[in-house]
């Protein structure tokens, strides 16, 4: 590895590590980005779709900030799309420059999934024991109480899912056996981490990437097809093993599915609904500002049901509360942009864009049934590494 691409590898880890914990954080990297490239003569190149993107965020946030309630909250929001934006900018999109440096990347970023889904597997092993002790044989009321990595057991359920197309992209491009058996027992154990953590919603998620990706690789990728097929059928026949010979896990699982079963199941839902009924009525074209739900939910709380939380459990309607008709006919017109400019790739059966897309609609699924979008940033991270990725990748990479 020449001394440029370790210099770029660096600021690839550094930026993974730093914006996991704060989309803010990538700013102290950004000059290092700038001092590489004039060192190394690239060039930011500005095309028309680049310079669009531009334009529709100036356009955004300027009208965010201008009808906020509240600018700090709006200003902390857009600060951090416009950090990503000049990320984006600054690196064209592509993480790697070589092979190598590619090789480093994963085993990193694979190491640490291990090493989560090996403590999340003792953390659900302690939860379970102390209740089946006390003679429960059924988990999903104690689900606030299960706290994978000191999260909300629902935002780690995201994380997870935002994990799986980046390992089965891992599993795709490793030609070594033992290296590849790693990556496949990492996307086993992350779906049984999603599992355990009981979420109706990102159990639905998991269901439309697992079929999108079969589906989409069966029409236009059918040498990925029957691979792909395998690692699934193994993920989740080894998690439906422990599930069906656990007793507790197999009465959990089963009134998850049930969706509407149990009374936490019936207030969540019911909430939910109360508040898309009260917030699809409160008509208004620009919203209340980026980051100012809360306020808005406050002014609103009228009995008990609807002060269980003043955060919204729907990232859809967070966005029409906060921005407005206006923010979400953007919204909506910036997701058909990004996949008009991607069908192509996906008809020619580019595995990455394939993956990668697919794992964006399951969590657009999962964001309307949980909002984490705007709360966690290693959620805004993995979708923007994901969306440069289906942007951004050689067709015949391996």
């Known amino acids: 590895m020449s001394k440029q691409e370790f210099a770029y590898c660096v600021l690839i880890c550094a930026s993974l590590l730093l914006g996991i914990f704060s989309i803010k954080l990538l700013i102290i990297l950004i000059p290092f980005f700038i001092f590489y490239n004039k060192k190394t003569e690239k060039k930011i190149i500005l095309s028309k779709s680049k310079i669009i993107v531009i334009i529709s965020f100036l356009i955004y946030s300027l009208f965010g900030i201008i009808f906020s309630d509240y600018i700090p909250n709006s200003l902390s929001f857009n600060i951090d799309l416009a950090v990503l934006l000049a990320f984006y900018l600054i690196t064209d999109g592509k993480f790697f420059i070589s092979q190598y440096q590619k090789n480093i990347v994963k085993y990193i970023f694979n190491g640490f999934i291990s090493i989560i889904c090996i403590i999340t597997c003792f953390i659900y092993i302690s939860h379970q024991t102390t209740f089946t002790e006390f003679g429960y044989n059924e988990l999903t009321n104690f689900k606030l109480i299960y706290s994978p990595l000191f999260m909300h057991c629902n935002n780690f359920a995201t994380l997870m899912l935002c994990f799986l197309p980046l390992i089965l992209i891992s599993i795709i491009f490793e030609n070594h056996k033992k290296i ?100 699809s009525e409160d008509f208004s074209w620009f919203g209340c500002g980026s980051g100012n739900f809360a306020i808005k939910n406050l002014n609103n709380l009228t009995n008990y049901d609807t002060m269980v939380s003043v955060s919204s459990t729907n990232s859809f309607l967070q966005l029409y509360v906060e921005r407005g008709l206006f923010g979400l006919i953007f919204f909506v017109a910036m997701a058909c942009f990004y996949f008009i400019n991607i069908r192509k790739k996906i008809f020619k059966g580019n595995i990455i864009t394939i993956v990668s897309s697919s794992g964006l609609v399951a969590l657009a699924i999962r964001e309307f049934t949980f909002g984490t979008f705007t709360i966690i940033s290693a959620i805004v991270l993995l979708s923007f590494i994901m969306i440069c990725f289906t942007l951004n990748n050689d067709e015949n990479e391996k």
């Open 180 to 279: 590849k058996i790693w990556y496949i027992t990492n996307f086993v154990l992350s779906i049984f981490c999603i599992i355990t953590t009981y979420s109706r919603g990102v159990y639905l998620a998991l269901v439309v990437f697992l079929m999108l990706i079969i589906l989409t690789t069966a029409i236009f990728n059918k040498s990925q097809a029957k691979n792909i097929l395998i690692y699934i059928i193994l993920a989740l026949g080894f998690s439906f093993a422990i599930v069906i010979t656990n007793s507790t896990m197999r009465n959990s699982v089963a009134t998850t599915f049930a969706f509407n079963k149990t009374e936490s199941q019936k207030r969540s839902f019911d909430s939910r609904l109360n508040k898309l009924n009260l917030y």
